[in-house]
């Protein structure tokens, strides 16, 4: 399912604009990434799609369909929606976590319980979890809980909001290939929110760079945002002259390495296949 928004603008009441003016199409069965810096309106933006955040002005459709005319609670139901710290509940067990918005929906509890076992294959979650409690988990596997649930009703769209920012980098790594793997499989529309711009270019196919209220300073591919920066503001903001983005070959007794500005080894350098 494809997302639009049209010219979207979030006013609130003291006169702050969050959203100015905003229009992006989100492509159907693509990663998007929106990524910016606190203040960007990149959360907003994510809410805006679930109607948890209401535009002060503009249209956001899925697939040519104004959200404004659904229902906003069938809307949520079937979307699915990963939170930083999974936002589970702590009084179920992980298998009723999964389970919750099913059974909201009309599922018998015994249908949503086997298939929140599947759900945790999926995700890659041992099944002997399943009557645990959240407090009872590390924070991988809590939000690896989270995405399972949001894959609970078979969503076409799928919402990350900032879903491994708490977690420790090997796992937030793992998580992050998680994603990829389940995209890969399952053919989502993925929306993901994150202020880190590696993440960004690993895991979008499409990445939109915010600046303050939402500003669009570039969208295209990671590769196109790297190869050609549209401001200085972007060059900045993705390290373009620095770090792992600025790198040199240089020729060792064991071959030849790639180094960053600082002279630090980053990668090697390797030929093509035949």
């Known amino acids: ?9 979030k006013r609130y009441p ?22 910016g810096s606190s203040g960007s309106g990149k959360t907003t933006l994510l809410r805006m799609i679930n109607r948890l955040v209401e535009p002060t002005t ?3 459709t899925i697939d040519d369909e104004p959200i404004s005319e659904r229902d906003p609670v069938t809307l949520r139901r079937g979307i699915g929606y990963v939170l930083q710290n999974a936002g589970l509940l702590p009084h179920f067990s992980v298998i009723d976590n999964i389970a919750t918005v099913p059974v909201l929906s009309g599922v018998s509890r015994a249908k949503a319980r086997a298939d929140a ?13 399943a009557k645990r409690y959240p407090s009872q988990l590390s924070g991988g596997q809590q ?4 995405v399972a649930r949001a894959l609970a009703v078979d969503p076409n769209i799928l919402l990350m909001d900032e879903p491994f920012g708490a977690v420790d980098p090997i796992v937030r790594r793992e998580l992050q290939a998680e994603t990829l793997r389940l995209q890969d499989e399952l053919d989502k529309t993925i929306v993901f929110v994150t202020h880190d711009i590696d993440e960004a270019f690993l895991l979008g196919d499409q990445v939109v ?27 900045d903001f993705i390290g373009v002259e620095r770090g792992a983005r600025a790198l040199r070959a240089k ?12 002279g630090r080894t980053q990668g090697v350098l390797v030929e093509d296949e035949p």
């Open 209 to 235: 760079i915010l600046e303050k209220g939402a500003r669009v300073a570039q969208i295209g591919t990671p590769s196109e945002i790297i190869e050609n920066p549209a401001s200085e503001f972007v060059a």
């Open 117 to 129: 076992l599947e759900l945790m294959d999926v995700v890659g979650l041992e099944r002997g979890l």
């Open 1 to 9: 399912m494809a997302i639009e928004f049209r010219g979207v603008s």
């Open 251 to 262: 020729q060792t007794a064991h071959g030849t390495v790639l180094v960053d500005t600082a």
């Open 143 to 146: 939000q690896r809980v989270g």
């Open 14 to 35: 003291d006169g702050t604009a969050a959203v100015d003016d905003f229009s992006v199409l989100i492509p159907a069965h693509k990663t998007t990434v929106f990524v």
């Open 58 to 60: 503009g249209v956001i």
